[in-house]
């Protein structure tokens, strides 16, 4: 989405330069009001850039729509021609992320817009830095601020606290991997999964419709754990697509008839989700399965099965779940409780 400056009510505003889009919104400006979306939403898509992956060309152009709306009649007052510089700042430590997102923030608002990142995304950066320098028209910087600001902190504070879970796994010599969840936010599940591996995290499914995951609730539908997986190999088998199959148990007796049904081709899984196991049932588990999961001349399914541990967890229990040697952590709190990074943007 591009915008430009329209006269509109005797006041020069920073607007989608669709005018279909401008005429639509309601006249009265006494009042807050809502865009009005044009059918041609092709319009939207066409200044999106090429080194973003669709869903952030998306969420940017809903972002400024959203923020900027018929035009940031504030900007107004600052003349046209006035030139500033402008410097980003974190008042904490964090993990920067999202950096080409806000470079096409400031670029759909004003292409004369020039922003000089001084680190690179995936850094960590300590408190009281300076992160970004921009130069340019007044009007723009501040228009785009608040959005690019926005995608900054959110997916920055998601990259952070998924380092600080990593650096932890990390710690005690684990090879374990840390897994994100879909307890995300709507709508920015892709943003926030993609901030998860920029904080050296690894992803989960996507969706309901990448992976199978059979959990208690489906197990009950089904009529029993191996019912469900059945079901889960036939369909696999139906639909010729490679669809992971998980499954979770709630205790030991699951694990044994899990893994005790894995010779059966019609009884396959890839992962055994433990859901709330402590520490002693975490390792028992581990050692029905075997040690042999990663010797590819192996013939035992038994063995190749992996583990995921899931449930409650938090820094406090991280690390003594990773000396165990399971092989995922799966999160939620990563992108459930996001909190986002304190920066400041100040005009020089």
Known sequence: MI??????NNLELLMPADTRLVNSLS????????????????????????????WANLLIKEALLEDVGFGDITAQ????????????ITREPMVICGIKISIEVFARIDSNISCDWLCSEGDFIPKNTCLLKLKGPARGILTAERVALNFIQFLSGTATVTREYVNIIKSVGSNTKLLDTRKTIPVFRQAQKYAVRVGGGKNHRMGLYDSYLIKENHIEACGGILSAIKYANTKKLESSKNHLIEVEVENIAQVEEVLGA??????LVDVIMLDNFNIEMIQEAIGLRGVNK???N????????????????????????????VDY????????????IDLSLRVL
């Open 3 to 8: 915008f430009r400056y329209f006269k509109k």
């Open 27 to 54: 006249p009265n400006r006494d009042t807050f009001c809502e865009p009005k979306y044009c059918p041609d939403t092709n319009f939207y898509y066409a200044n999106k850039s090429d080194d973003l992956p669709s």
């Open 77 to 88: 007052l600052i003349p046209k021609e006035n030139q500033v510089y402008a410097e980003l």
């Open 262 to 267: 894995q010779d059966n081709k019609d009884y």
């Open 294 to 296: 990663n010797n590819k």
């Open 298 to 325: 192996n013939k035992n399914n038994k063995n190749k099965v992996l583990f995921e541990v899931s449930g409650n967890i938090d820094l406090l229990v991280l690390k003594d779940i990773a000396k165990t040697g």
């Open 329 to 340: 952590i799966s999160v939620g709190a990563i992108t459930k409780h996001v909190k986002a």
